[in-house]
C-alpha cells in the first residue's frame, strides 16, 4: 500500500470514528452517556499510572480566591521563569519588582526528594447566560498537579507542605504591607511606606538591641508558643513624653517584621461588640496598635465610676436607665471590653499579632490594664541622650563625631530635649548642609534650654516658697481661731459650772427649809427657824 492510499485509509477511519461519536452524542440518552463517561475514565485510570490533583483558582459560594492557589502560584514563580515560554508578569512592592508566572497551558517540572513532578496551569471557559452584546465568559484557572501513584505518600504529606511553606515564605516577602485605620465597624487602608527602622532610631544600642532580639524571638517561636500552649500575641507598651519616638518605633517594628499595622481608633468604635468585630478582621502578622491609650477613653476610672453609678442605681431605682443622648453619641467601649481585646477573645485568632498601647503617661493607666501577660515589654522612651544624638547625627549629618560633639553632650546632660527638637536642629539649614551650622544651633538651643530650665527651677524654688509661706500663714491663722475657740469653749464651760453651782445651792437650801418644816421648825419671818415644839414647851412652863 502506497503511503497515499494508507493517509486516506486512515483519514476515513477517523472521520467515521468522529461521526459515529458525534451520532452518539446527539442521539444517546443523557443518562447512557453519563454511564460510559464514567466507566471509560475508571478504564483509563486503571491503566494511567498517574494521579492528578486540581488546585482551582476559586473556591466556595462566596467565589474567594483560594489560598492555596495563590500560594501555589507563588511557589511556581521562580520555577516558571526558568522553564516556561510564556509567563505573566505582575508589579507588587510600589513598582519595584517584578514577579512571573507561567501562563495558561504551560507546563513546568519540579523535583523533591529525587520524585519528578509535573504542575500544569490551564483554565475552564464556561459561558454565562447574561443580556450583553458581548458574550461574558468566565474563566476558572486552576493548577493541575502530576504524580506517579507510587509516590502518593510523600507528595500529599511532605512534598504539598513543603510547597504551601514556601509559597508562603516567598507571598510575604512579596506582598505590599498595609496600615489599617478604622471607620466606625471597618478597616480602610492604604499601602503602608514608613521609612523608620531601628538603624535610624535614635536610642541607646544596647537597649535597641535587645528590643529587636525580642520581636525577632516572637516572630519566630510559633512552636514555642504552641508547645506552653499560649496564644501567639505580644503586647508592647511604649511610654514618654511626646516627641520621643513611640510612633517611629511602631513603623520600625512593622518595617523589621515585615507586619501590617491596625492603627485602632478607640473614640470611633462605638461599643465593645464593635471593637470584637474589628479585631476579628484583623489578620495574621498585623501590629494592632492603639494609640495615646490615656486620652483615647476614661480607661482610668470608668470601672469605678461604671460600679458606683450601677450601686446608685440599685439604690435609688432598680430599673435600668436608658442612655443619655450625649452618652449614645460617645463611644462606650469599656475597660473590661479592651481587657477582653487583649488576652480573651485575642487567644482564639489564630497566628501570630502584636499589640502595642501608647501613653505619654503610664502612671494614668489601670493597673490591670498594663500588667505582664496583657503588655509583657514596657518599653520607656525619654529624652535624647547622648548616644541617641550620635544616631540622629550620623543619619542627618552623616558625621561620626565633631569637636561640637563635647560640648553637646555636656549640655544632653544637664538638660532634658526630646529626639524630635534635637532632630529638628539637624535638619539642613544651608544649601551647602553645613554640619556645624547645625550642630551650632542645636548647641543654641541646648543653651537656651538649659537656661530656660534654671530660669523655670528658680521661678518653681519661688513658687514652692510663696505657697509654703501662704500654708504657713494659713496654719498660723486656723491655730490662732483654734486657740479662739478654745477658750471661748472654756469660758462657756465655766460659766455653765457657776451657774450648775449656783443652781445647787438653791435646792440644798430649799431641801434644809424642806426638811426642817417637816420636822417642826418654821420660818419666822427673818429667816429664822423656829421650833414648834420649843414654843409650845416654853408656854407650858
Ligand atoms: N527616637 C527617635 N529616633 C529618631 N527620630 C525620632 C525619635 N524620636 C522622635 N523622632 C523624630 O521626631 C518625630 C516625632 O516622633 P514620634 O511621632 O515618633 O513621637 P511620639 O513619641 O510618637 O510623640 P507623641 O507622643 O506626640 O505621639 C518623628 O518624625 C521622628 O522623625
Ligand atoms: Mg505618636
Redesign the pocket.
Known sequence: MNPADMFTQVGSVIASVMFAWAMFKQYCPYSVQEYFDKYSKRAFTFVYPYIQISFNEFTGDRFMRSEAYSTIENYLGSRSSTQAKRLKADVVKNSQSVVLSMDDYEEVEDEFQGVKLRWASGKHISKTQSVSFYPVTDEKKYYKLTFHKRHRQLILGDYLNHVLKEGNEIKVRNRQRKLYTNSGSYWRHVVFQHP?SFE????EAERKQEIVDDLVIFSKAEDFYARIGRAWKRGYL?F????????????AMANLLNYDIYDLELTAVKDNTELRKLLIETTTRSIIVI??IDCSLDLTGQRKKKKEDEGERDEKDPKPKLPKEEDSKQSQVTLSGILNFVDGLWSACRGERLIVF?T?FVEKLDPALIRKGRMDKHIE?SY?SFE?FQ??AK?YLRLDSHHLFARIQELLGETKM???EV??HLMPKTISGDAKVCLESLIGALEKAKEDAILKAEEEAKEKEKESARLKAEEEAKEKEREKAKAEEEAKEKAKAAEEAKEKDSSAAENAKKHAKDNGFCDNGNGELNNKENKQEGFSH
Open positions: 523608620a535610624t532610631l535614635a536610642m511604649l514618654g513624653p511626646p516627641g520621643t519616638g513611640k510612633s517611629t518605633m511602631i513603623a494609640e495615646d501608647t505619654n522612651l535624647c541617641a544616631v540622629l543619619n526630646t529626639p524630635a532632630a529638628e
